[in-house]
């Protein structure tokens, strides 16, 4: 895997070299960021998703660094657009990530920095089969109404704080992370955001989404 310098304070293209693939992201790291988080995407989205970009943003602020990574190359997601079977490859996606993830260790910038999973749609299920592969290496995990109950067997695995973000209006999937909180066994959060739906569209739901990320990133891996 290629070592770069990854600048401070602006967005940098990267390229991550995962076995016979490479992968893009965008990388930003504000001064003085004491964790990063990666964003693991969910069906039919990438690095330039507006909800993970807002997201993103917030975490920048809050001091913390970020990875948007499309887990998926150009080729592969045309395939995807037709069959849309890859973005339901948990075991793909989790590979890509834990490959991202190693990555980050190997560089200079990021090697000292604590690293968190946030993953969305099936996603979020990739992030925490990734967490429970690399339990040393994830200091917590969000998920922003995700599939962790995808993640099967994993869950009993992962040793991350993990905190589960559910729209108040996104009935079906509030019981499938009910069902995934339960076979969790570390420290463990479920959010219901009153009156969203499941893309957080509605006038500051994803705000309140960013909120939630922030202070549960901020806290187990800046400890603020």
Do not use: C
Not at 131 to 157: K, Y
Not at 160 to 184: H, S
Request: aromatic letters at 4%.
């Amino acid at each position: 895997m290629e070592r770069e310098r990854l600048r401070h304070g602006e967005e940098r293209l990267v390229r991550i070299d995962i076995g016979r693939i490479t992968l893009e992201g965008n990388v930003h790291i504000p001064d003085g960021a004491r964790g990063l988080v990666l964003f693991a995407h969910g069906s039919g989205s990438g690095r330039y998703s507006p909800r993970n970009r807002f997201v993103a943003e917030a975490l920048n602020q809050g001091g913390l660094a970020t990875l948007l990574i499309d887990l998926l190359t150009a080729e592969e997601e045309a395939v995807d657009m037709r069959t849309a079977h890859l973005r339901f490859d948990i075991g793909l996606l989790a590979e890509r990530v834990v490959g991202a993830t190693d990555w980050l260790k190997q560089q200079p910038d990021t090697s000292k920095l604590a690293i968190g999973y946030f993953g969305a749609s099936t996603g979020a299920a990739a992030a925490l089969v990734a967490a429970a592969e690399r339990p040393n290496r994830v200091g917590a995990v969000v998920s922003r109404g995700g599939r962790p109950d995808l993640a099967g067997q994993a869950l009993r695995r992962v040793k991350a704080p993990t905190l589960l973000i559910v729209g108040g209006r996104d009935v079906p999937v509030i019981g499938l992370n009910e069902d995934a909180l339960a076979q969790l066994t570390a420290e463990k959060r479920l959010e219901i955001v009153p009156g969203a739906t499941h893309l957080f569209e509605e006038p500051g739901a994803l705000e309140e989404v960013a909120r939630l990320a922030r202070g549960w990133f901020q806290r187990h891996l800046s400890g603020q």
